[in-house]
């Protein structure tokens, strides 16, 4: 069975950075396609970066290009959001989720197996 944990949410002030762990029990996460996404209460959810099984391609939402990094841990078998410059409206409940396309527009029907979620919460 596939189990996705997402871990290292925390209130963090506008201008700090988290790194968020997307960890895999029961499969080698780096044969897949994997996604970060978030939501707040009463939105869609949004997708905002995926990486290929490589590794080397990545993609970004508009909103957290050149502030949020993807990147793989192929040793932990984890994928880790490191996340700079945040800003209140970055304030959401963050999943990382098994993808069956990993492109500029993630969506969330291209996911397929979900995490539980980690809240970050951005405010003075």
């Known amino acids: 069975q596939l189990k996705l944990v997402e871990s290292g949410g925390d209130l963090v002030q506008p201008g700090g950075s988290l790194r968020l762990s997307c960890a895999a029990s029961g499969f080698s996460l780096d044969r897949y396609l994997v996604g970060w996404f978030r939501q707040v209460p009463g939105k869609e959810r949004e997708g905002l970066s995926c990486?290929?099984?490589?590794?080397?391609?990545?993609f970004y939402a508009t909103s957290v290009k050149d502030r949020f990094t993807i990147s793989r841990d192929t040793a932990k078998n984890t994928v880790t959001l490191l996340m700079n410059n945040l800003k209140p409206e970055d304030t959401a409940m963050y999943y990382c989720?098994?993808?069956?396309?990993?492109?500029?527009?993630?969506?969330?029907?291209?996911?397929?197996?979900w995490g539980q979620g980690t809240v970050v919460t951005v405010s003075s």
């Open positions: 989720a098994v993808l069956t396309v990993c492109s500029p527009t993630l969506r969330v029907s291209y996911a397929h197996t």
């Open positions: 990486i290929d099984s490589g590794g080397r391609t990545t």
